[in-house]
């Protein structure tokens, strides 16, 4: 989906990293099962994320397998499916569908028109399952359209509609952990989505699509700023995600939320301190 909730590789143990690449692959079979060899193409660590988290905070039964699939049809893989492997997996199809359909709307590719009206069908059942999801990420990115189409330039504004969306995908159930759950996900929403709009600033401003820093890439100090923006979001994230009472694969989870989600920026950051 977007590819910066992610792992930083080099500090896991390697039993640890083992551990989630086999929740990745589960994710993958689900997505499988649930719409095909297409929905397997869906696949992020954005999802697989989501399910170390609810695995480890509501420490289901889980089933753990090795699996052969297409990208290895020889030599079987570990697999961990928990009940929250399906959860992610409708979760990741529903927003696959939505932006797929942004990007036929936007770039008219032919491939995103196709995977909008497939799973598009695959979703029904997704909706009546998850209303409020389903009504979360259809208002706020509706809410998103409206922004751009007004060509209003508020990075605040934009990232807290996709934050919200994000907040009620990781609240999945109405109990105590709830609120804190809400919170996570609402400022890792907003990371993603301040994230995306860095990395594709330049893009868009050469095929005149909308960006939230349109008004202010240009301004001095603008990557700087960025960044401090990205790491007041991962603060409060990490704060509310402390309060949550997270054992099992607690290490892993630490390992994203403060180091790994940062990997893809500061790439993305350091190329363009040493281009200037």
Known sequence: MYGYVNIDK?????????????FYCGL??????????????????????????????YEPDVITDNLACVAHPVKKKPVIISPYTGYAADM?????????????????????????????????????????????????????????????Y?????????????????????????????LVGFNLGKFVYICDAYEDIYKDEKSG??????DIYKDKGFDGKVKEMLTMCMAMCTEALERLPLVKDESIIRNIFYSGVFKKFDKIYNERQENR
């Open 92 to 152: 990741n199809l529903l927003l696959f569908m939505k932006h797929a359909k942004d990007d036929w709307r936007d770039d008219k590719k032919i491939t995103s028109k196709a995977a909008y009206t497939y799973l598009r069908e695959v979703c029904r059942k997704i909706y009546v399952a998850y209303p409020r999801q389903w009504t979360a990420i259809e208002n706020e990115l509706h809410a998103l359209d409206l922004m751009e189409n007004r060509h209003e």
């Open 209 to 214: 699509n909308y960006n939230p820093f349109h």
């Open 28 to 57: 993958c079979h689900e997505l499988l099962r649930k719409a095909g060899p297409a929905g397997q193409l869906t696949l992020s660590y954005d999802m697989t994320v989501l399910t170390v988290v609810l695995t480890s905070l």
């Open 154 to 182: 508020d990075v605040e504004k934009a990232a807290g509609h996709f934050g919200r969306l994000f907040g009620e995908v990781y609240a999945c159930k109405n109990d105590i952990f709830k609120d804190d759950l809400r």
């Open 10 to 22: 080099g500090e896991l143990k390697v039993k640890e990293y083992y551990e989630f690449r086999a």
